[in-house]
Structure formats: structure tokens, C-alpha cells
T-cell receptor
Framework: DQQVKQNSPSLSVQEGRISILNCDYT??????FLWYKKYPAEGPTFLIS?????DKNEDGRFTVFLNKSAKHLSLHIVPSQPGDSAVYFC?????????????FGKGTHLIIQP | DTGVSQDPRHKITKRGQNVTFRCDPI?????LYWYRQTLGQGPEFLTY????????KSRLLSDRFSAERPKGSFSTLEIQRTEQGDSAMYLC????????????FGSGTRLTVV
């Protein structure tokens, strides 16, 4: 039973355009959501997060949108750059994040084409 | 501070052998987490320490797995009587106390059981 779903295993976007990565969740107890970026042979790197009391959080080229009623969040990267090519994981936390840790999706491999 | 360090980076072992991995977190972080990632999946939570106390264990952590953090600094994860299904990337992460959900991950230990 996958509680965090990333239904697109891969996404190809042209350099300079917008990349939109999607994530759906099923557990209503999740109250904090995070995006991680992972390069090969490295651990995941924290990118951006959002609390369930907000619907948008922005940090430079990265914006995360949360639609609680649809149990859906998305990560927008604009403009996309070659260095953004990586696997992106959506993760969720319930009640503080410490108990049970984070629940991750399977990831979306983003490929930025020149 | 060089971030979260994990040792070894790679480990090949024969089925039935015991293995031990080490994680050195960021020095001011008092929370430490272990995750496991298999091919095509996101990281899965295994266990979590607050200082030296192990506060949460996933049902994924069978009796063959044990983790310690004896002095609240580095941690070890031991797998006894390894099985081929244990082959995975074992990731360690650390964070400060609540609230900080932006865990810092290490580069992981890749275990191959032959």
C-alpha cells in the first residue's frame, strides 16, 4: 500500500522551460511534505518543504504547491537548468516527522535537455 | 563539518554472514535515522534515534537487524545472517531536534549479498 505516489517514473524537459513534478498521497495524517533531489552515487539532498497549513512555498527557482483536498502536491522548477537533471523524491511526514520517519515516493527521473 | 559520513561505501558479503555499517552524523544533530533503498524505490524508514535512545523502529527492521548509538554520536547498523533480500543501499540521515524536517543524508552504504 503506497501512501506516497509519484506516477511519472521519468520526465524530459527542455532547458529554460518549466519542469512540473507531481506527487499524490493517501494518508490524511500527513502534515508536512518535502522534496528531495538525488544524484547517482549520492544521498538525497533536501530541496524544499511545505506545511499542510500552507498551499504554496517558494525558494528561488523552486516552488511547491499543495492541494490538500486533492491530496496532491507538485514541484515547479523554472527555469530548468542542466544541473537539475536528477531523481526527485516526494516525501511526507505525520505528526512531527520523528516517529515513523518520512514516507517517500518512488521518485521521478528528471532529464533536462539542452 | 563534512556532513553525514557513512562507512563503508560498498560491501559485498556472502549469504549468512554478518555485516556492520557505521554512520557519523553532523556533530550538532541529535537525531539520527536509518533508511533502506532498493532499486526503483524511494528510501524506506528503518529506525530513528534521539541522542542515544532508539525511539522508533519500522516493522521492516526484522530481528536480524540491530542499530545502536551508544554515546549519542555515531551509530552502527548490524545485519546478522544476511539474506539476498537484504541487498540494498543503506542510508543514514541526521537532523536537529524538532522542528527540522530537512534531514541531511549521507551517501549511503551499498550492500550486495551473494
Amino acid at each position: 500500500d503506497q501512501q506516497v505516489k509519484q506516477n511519472s517514473p521519468s520526465l524530459s524537459v527542455q532547458e529554460g522551460r518549466i519542469s512540473i513534478l507531481n506527487c499524490d498521497y493517501t494518508n490524511s495524517m500527513f502534515d508536512y511534505f518535502l522534496w528531495y533531489k538525488k544524484y547517482p552515487a549520492e544521498g538525497p539532498t533536501f530541496l524544499i518543504s511545505i506545511s499542510s497549513i500552507k498551499d504554496k512555498n517558494e525558494d528561488g527557482r523552486f516552488t511547491v504547491f499543495l492541494n490538500k483536498s486533492a491530496k496532491h502536491l507538485s514541484l515547479h522548477i523554472v527555469p530548468s537548468q542542466p544541473g537539475d537533471s536528477a531523481v526527485y523524491f516526494c516525501a511526507a511526514s505525520a505528526e512531527g516527522g520523528g516517529a515513523d520517519g518520512l514516507t517517500f515516493g518512488k521518485g521521478t527521473h528528471l532529464i533536462i535537455q539542452p | 563539518d563534512t556532513g553525514v559520513s557513512q562507512d563503508p561505501r560498498h560491501k559485498i558479503t556472502k549469504r549468512g554472514q554478518n555485516v556492520t555499517f557505521r554512520c557519523d552524523p553532523i556533530s550538532e544533530h541529535n537525531r539520527l535515522y536509518w533508511y533502506r533503498q532498493t532499486l526503483g524505490q524511494g528510501p524506506e524508514f528503518l529506525t530513528y534515534f534521539q541522542n542515544e535512545a532508539q525511539l522508533e523502529k519500522s516493522r521492516l527492521l526484522s530481528d536480524r537487524f540491530s542499530a545502536e548509538r551508544p554515546k549519542g554520536s555515531f551509530s552502527t547498523l548490524e545485519i546478522q545472517r544476511t539474506e539476498q533480500g537484504d541487498s540494498a543501499m543503506y542510508l543514514c540521515a541526521s537532523s536537529q531536534s524538532v522542528p527540522n524536517y530537512g534531514y541531511t543524508f549521507g551517501s549511503g552504504t551499498r550492500l550486495t549479498v551473494v
